[in-house]
C-alpha cells in the first residue's frame, strides 16, 4: 500500500524565514511524487514534480529515497506563498495518493 | 485554451438519494479523474478514466460510478447516498492515461442530510 504523510497541518513563518514543508512516502517501488498547491479561493494546481528537478516560484524539493521524503523547501517565504500544500504520490498502478495537506501562513 | 469545469458548484441531497455529477475536462485532454475530499483532508481518488473506460479505482464501493463520453466529460454517479458522502469532489484531467500532470476542477460541494 502507498501512504503519503505530510506531518504539520500548520506552519507559521514570517516573511523571509526559510520554509520546509515535510513530506514522507510509503512505497516499495520507484514512484512519482509531486506538490500541489490550492491558493486561496483558487483550485489545486501543480507546483512542481520531482522528474522535472525545477525550481517554481523559488520553490525546490529532493526525492530522498533512503528517507523517503520529498521535503519543499523555500529559503526565503513571501506572503504570497501563504497557501494549502499537499504532497502527492503516483506508484505503479498510475492511483495518486495525497497527503493531508499542510497549511501555510507567512505573516508580513 | 479552456480550463476544467464541474457542475454544479455545490447541492444537497438527502440520504438513501442518487446523485450525478459533471465535469467537462480541459481542451486536449483524454483522462478524467475524480476525487473525494472530506474536510480537512487531501484529496482521495476515486477513480479515473482514460477514452471512455475505467482505468483505476481507489478504495470506494461500487455505488460509486462513472461514464466518460467521447467527447471527454465525465459523470460520477453516487447511488444510496451515505452521510459521510458529503465532501467536495474534484474532477483532474490530464493528457496522459498516468495523470501524471492534473489540471483540477473547481469542485462541487455535496452535502447529504
Known amino acids: 500500500a502507498q501512504r503519503v504523510t505530510q506531518p504539520e497541518k500548520l506552519l507559521s513563518v514570517f516573511k523571509g524565514a526559510p520554509v520546509e514543508l515535510k513530506c514522507n512516502y510509503s512505497?516499495?517501488?520507484?514512484?512519482?511524487l509531486f506538490w500541489y498547491v490550492q491558493y486561496s479561493r483558487q483550485r489545486l494546481q501543480l507546483l512542481l514534480r520531482?522528474?522535472s528537478r525545477e525550481s517554481i516560484k523559488g520553490f525546490t524539493a529532493d526525492l530522498n529515497k533512503g528517507e523517503t521524503s520529498f521535503h519543499l523547501k523555500k529559503p526565503f517565504a513571501q506572503e504570497e506563498d501563504s497557501a494549502m500544500y499537499y504532497c502527492?504520490?503516483?506508484?505503479?498502478?498510475?492511483?495518486?495518493?495525497f497527503g493531508r495537506g499542510t497549511s501555510l501562513i507567512v505573516h508580513p | 485554451e479552456t480550463g476544467v469545469t464541474q457542475s454544479p458548484t455545490h447541492l444537497i441531497k438527502t440520504r438513501g438519494q442518487q446523485v450525478t455529477l459533471r465535469c467537462s475536462s480541459q481542451?486536449?485532454?483524454?483522462?478524467v479523474s475524480w476525487y473525494q475530499q472530506a474536510l480537512g483532508q487531501g484529496p482521495q481518488f476515486i477513480f479515473q478514466?482514460?477514452?471512455?473506460?475505467?482505468?483505476g479505482r481507489g478504495n470506494f464501493p461500487p455505488r460509486f460510478s462513472g461514464l466518460q463520453f467521447p467527447n471527454y466529460s465525465s459523470e460520477l454517479n453516487v447511488n444510496a447516498l451515505e452521510l459521510d458522502d458529503s465532501a467536495l469532489y474534484l474532477c483532474?484531467?490530464?493528457?496522459?492515461?498516468?495523470?501524471?500532470?492534473?489540471?483540477f476542477g473547481p469542485g462541487t460541494r455535496l452535502t447529504v442530510t
Open positions: 520531482h522528474i
Open positions: 502527492a504520490l503516483i506508484g505503479g498502478s498510475y492511483i495518486p495518493t
Open positions: 481542451s486536449g485532454h483524454n483522462t
Open positions: 483532474a484531467s490530464s493528457s496522459e492515461q498516468g495523470s501524471n500532470e492534473q489540471y
Open positions: 478514466y482514460y477514452r471512455e473506460e475505467e482505468n
Open positions: 512505497y516499495s517501488g520507484s514512484p512519482e
